[in-house]
């Protein structure tokens, strides 16, 4: 500002110099005061007695000296250059900062400077440089102070601290911990209580415990991994037809069995039912002799085999019979007998060259008529899994395993490739199911029925149990007790005889009795003798007696049958062949007598 006030101050006393030498240059009139000597007459001079101001200019009062002012315009006396403090524009947008100045419009926050904006467009007051601001908005920025975290979410209140909450929503960022207090998953069932937090949907329920639902559908407020407590399930298991009875949950259509064979007759007749079908009923109808506990079914026969030899061929028709056809009938054919005249030519082998003799052969298959056995040098498969390898010849499949080695085997199936039967532990058939194959000394499942009186015979329903075969004490393998208060009775027996005089012979009677493992007397199930008399024990077998009246021990008509003891009574003869009944020197035919004496040779 000197500089410049400097170059003012030469200017003007060379034109002072001009004037002194040339006149006022308006016709030579008088001179100006011009007291402070800045060259500006007082008249003209806002401030005489300054020579530092000398001129009146319109300026803005500039607080922060950043060059821009603010407020209403005011008259400055000034020098040529505005003094500090003033500025010949307006405008500051923050007029105690001298770095901000500009108002600049319509731009988007980028503060963390990672491209995404928060809410815009806003006012900016910047000055020489602007950063954290774009002129076109980007993607939705969730907090703008960090560049890390851009996509905006939703919190939940999370007053239980469970981690779900519930009410009313406020924003949070994606990829960060939602805000203390918040969750970031909604849906908290219980808000208060940290133990449960989500609702849990069933549609069956087992009120009575017994393992069978019924539909009932419903929510529960659980846990986060707390499963459907007991009693709940999404899934049906069963159909329970009295969910009130643990011992009843299946409705089954049943048919009166009256022969005791397992298969009934009559109508189907449907029961809320249990484990146990309710006495002389079966869930087998058309039983095709009701009568004969031998025969229940008919059965289907579709093969024969005439000349016995094992191989059969078709013939279709249907037997009543039992657990089995018939020797001869088949359902199924076993080879088919290419001469079912001959016994020892009957199978039609269609097999392929073994060269290696492992019993397992390859190549073309040709077709050979022969015995039971593959013919030498012949296999029926083409199968060798190890051509190279005699052992080791076939595929086989498994479908169960023995894990523990007990002998009892669990469904498990798959395929190894070995030699002619599958190695240890690796079955195709099942070998007694085993209940718990982890476990050696585990593998039968029993029943055990409850013993109150000890006497080793249990009765009521039955409970399964996994053991080594064995029901463990107090429990019994047997559930027939007839009398299971009384320890001296368990078993019901059938008697077709009865002794009731104690003299050694029976009487028929049939009937029932609880008793120990034999009948007691007088109760038997097999006859001795033929009590004619149950009720006198001097009277047991019934006699064919004849009248003896001459007392020579052999008697004549007629005859009578009495009830008698050991002793016969008087008068009375076994034999009944006298010719003279009043003579007791005569009681044979003399006719008859010589007749016999010639066939003896007397």
């Not at 410049?4 to 006022?24: E, F, I, S, Y």
């Not at 600049?104 to 995404?116: E, N, Q, R, V």
């Not at 989500?198 to 069978?212: E, F, I, K, P, W």
Request: with cysteine; proline share 8%; hydrophobic share 30%.
């Amino acid at each position: 500002m000197d500089t410049m006030r400097g170059v003012w101050l030469a200017l003007a006393l060379a034109m002072a110099g001009l004037q002194a030498g040339c006149g006022d240059g308006l016709g030579g009139g008088a001179e100006q005061p011009d007291r402070d000597r800045d060259n500006v007459p007082d008249d003209k001079d806002c401030a005489p007695e300054d020579r530092m101001r000398w001129r009146e200019v319109s300026a803005f009062q500039d607080t922060d000296g950043d060059g821009w002012g603010e407020g209403p315009a005011q008259t400055v006396c000034a020098p040529n250059v505005l003094p500090p403090g003033w500025a010949p524009r307006t405008g500051d947008c923050a007029p105690a900062d001298a770095s901000r100045w500009l108002l600049l419009t319509g731009l988007y926050p980028d503060l963390d400077g990672d491209g995404a904006t928060a809410p815009g467009p806003v006012d900016v007051c910047a000055g020489a440089a602007l950063s954290g601001y774009l002129q076109q908005a980007g993607p939705s920025d969730c907090d703008d102070q960090d560049g890390r975290f851009q996509a905006a979410t939703w919190a939940w209140p999370d007053p239980d601290g469970d981690d779900v909450g519930e009410g009313p929503r406020v924003v949070a960022c994606a990829g960060r911990p939602a805000p203390t207090g918040f969750s970031l998953v909604e849906g908290d069932c219980a808000p208060l209580d940290a133990t449960r937090s989500v609702l849990r949907a069933y549609a069956y329920v087992d009120n009575d415990g017994d393992g069978h639902t019924v539909e009932s559908s419903g929510t529960l407020c659980l846990g986060d991994r707390q499963p459907l407590p007991s009693g709940y399930s999404t899934q049906p298991q069963g159909a329970d037809c009295d969910d009130m009875d643990p011992s009843t949950w299946q409705e089954r259509g049943v048919f009166v069995d009256t022969d005791g064979d397992g298969f009934g007759a009559g109508p189907l007749s449907f029961q809320c039912l249990g484990a146990r079908l309710p006495p002389d009923h079966s869930l087998q109808g058309e039983d095709c002799a009701p009568e004969d506990r031998t025969l229940w079914q008919w059965r289907g026969y579709a093969h024969r085999d005439a000349d016995g030899d094992g191989d059969t061929v078709p013939e279709n028709g249907v037997r009543c019979s039992g657990a089995a056809l018939p020797t001869g009938y088949a359902l199924w054919p076993n080879g088919l007998d290419c001469d079912d005249h001959d016994a020892s030519v009957r199978v039609s082998w269609s097999v392929h060259p073994d060269e290696d003799g492992d019993t397992v052969g390859a190549g073309a298959r040709v077709t050979v008529c022969a015995g039971m056995t593959v013919p030498a040098g012949y296999s029926t498969v083409d199968t060798d899994c190890a051509p190279t390898v005699p052992s080791d010849w076939q595929r086989l499949t498994y479908a169960h395993r023995d894990a523990d080695g007990d002998g009892y085997t669990v469904p498990q199936s798959g395929e190894l490739c070995t030699g002619a039967a599958l190695p240890p532990g690796y079955q195709v058939f099942e070998q007694r199911r085993d209940c718990d194959d982890t476990s050696a000394a585990r593998h039968t499942l029993v029943q055990s029925w409850s013993d109150e009186d000890g006497d080793g015979v249990g009765a009521g329903e039955p409970e399964s149990l996994c053991t080594n075969g064995q029901v463990p004490a107090p429990g019994s393998a047997l559930g027939t007790d007839c009398a299971d208060d009384d320890a001296t009775r368990w078993r019901q027996h059938a008697y077709a005889h009865v002794d009731r005089d104690e003299d050694g012979a029976t009487t028929p009677e049939q009937g029932g009795l609880c008793a120990a493992d034999t009948l007691p007397a007088p109760y038997f199930t097999k006859a001795t003798g033929n009590d004619c008399d149950d009720a006198d024990v001097e009277r047991s077998r019934w006699v064919v007696l004849y009248p003896d009246l001459d007392g020579d021990g052999v008697g004549a008509e007629p005859r009578q049958i009495p009830c008698l003891g050991a002793a016969l009574p008087p008068g009375m003869s076994l034999h009944g062949y006298d010719v003279d009944d009043s003579d007791p020197e005569v009681n044979v035919d003399a006719e008859d007598d010589l007749q016999v004496g010639l066939i003896l040779g007397m």
